[in-house]
T-cell receptor, first 110, second 114 residues
Framework: RKEVEQDPGPFNVPEGATVAFNCTYSNSASQSFFWYRQDCRKEPKLLMSVYSSGNEDGRFTAQLNRASQYISLLIRDSKLSDSATYLCVVNGYNNNDMRFGAGTRLTVKP | DVKVTQSSRYLVKRTGEKVFLECVQDMDHENMFWYRQDPGLGLRLIYFSYDVKMKEKGDIPEGYSVSREKKERFSLILESASTNQTSMYLC?????????????FGPGTRLTVT
């Protein structure tokens, strides 16, 4: 079993739709959680950290469920510019414990 | 604005060649990382360094070595390139070895070994 698993997609949604991605992780000792965004042929960039209580940044909401060991990302009112691959990142205690999911590809269509 | 630069965007090398990939960051970050990214596998950590001349193996160090002689520069070396090392190589840096901070990535080097 992979340490961090994501549905690879692709998710094809119309503009304005709400879309949600889940990511499961296997290490129950994981301490910190992130969503990164990677545009085609570009480097990953931090989208948002995921806090225990859940957090929101504009149209984006991230949730953590420790009991079931998954994190989620919800995008409301999708824009064309949201088209990208979303990487789930889970970390243990140390910087070299970061584990990346393979990514979920989202395409938002007009 | 943090900037991480990598020496080449595209590189084609022959099997058995020694390959050097260079990475430079301009934000005085302590940590630097080398990953490779392959379809369906995500990013996998090759090596990381938390200080000058310090290095730690990641998940897939075999066939690679690294060098960090200056804080801003972290080099990845493929001692004898093989076709299974064809991949996208991403360098990253982050602020502190003590806490887990956001990682800033370079634009990547797409290496093809023929």
């Amino acid at each position: 079993r992979k340490e961090v698993e994501q549905d690879p997609g692709p998710f094809n949604v119309p503009e304005g739709a709400t879309v949600a991605f889940n990511c499961t992780y296997s290490n129950s000792a994981s301490q910190s959680f992130f969503w990164y965004r990677q545009d085609c042929r570009k480097e990953p960039k931090l989208l948002m950290s995921v806090y225990s209580s859940g957090n929101e940044d504009g149209r984006f909401t991230a949730q953590l469920n420790r009991a079931s060991q998954y994190i989620s990302l919800l995008i409301r009112d999708s824009k064309l510019s949201d088209s990208a691959t979303y990487l789930c990142v889970v970390n243990g205690y140390n910087n070299n414990d970061m584990r990346f999911g393979a990514g979920t590809r989202l395409t938002v269509k007009p | 604005d943090v900037k991480v630069t990598q020496s080449s965007r595209y590189l084609v090398k022959r099997t058995g060649e020694k390959v050097f990939l260079e990475c430079v960051q301009d934000m005085d970050h302590e940590n630097m990382f080398w990953y490779r990214q392959d379809p369906g596998l995500g990013l996998r950590l090759i090596y990381f360094s938390y200080d000058v001349k310090m290095k730690e193996k990641g998940d897939i160090p075999e066939g690679y070595s690294v060098s960090r002689e200056k804080k801003e520069r972290f080099s990845l070396i493929l001692e004898s390139a093989s076709t299974n090392q064809t991949s996208m190589y991403l360098c990253a840096s982050s602020l502190s070895p003590k806490w887990v901070y956001e990682q800033y990535f370079g634009p990547g080097t797409r290496l093809t070994v023929t």
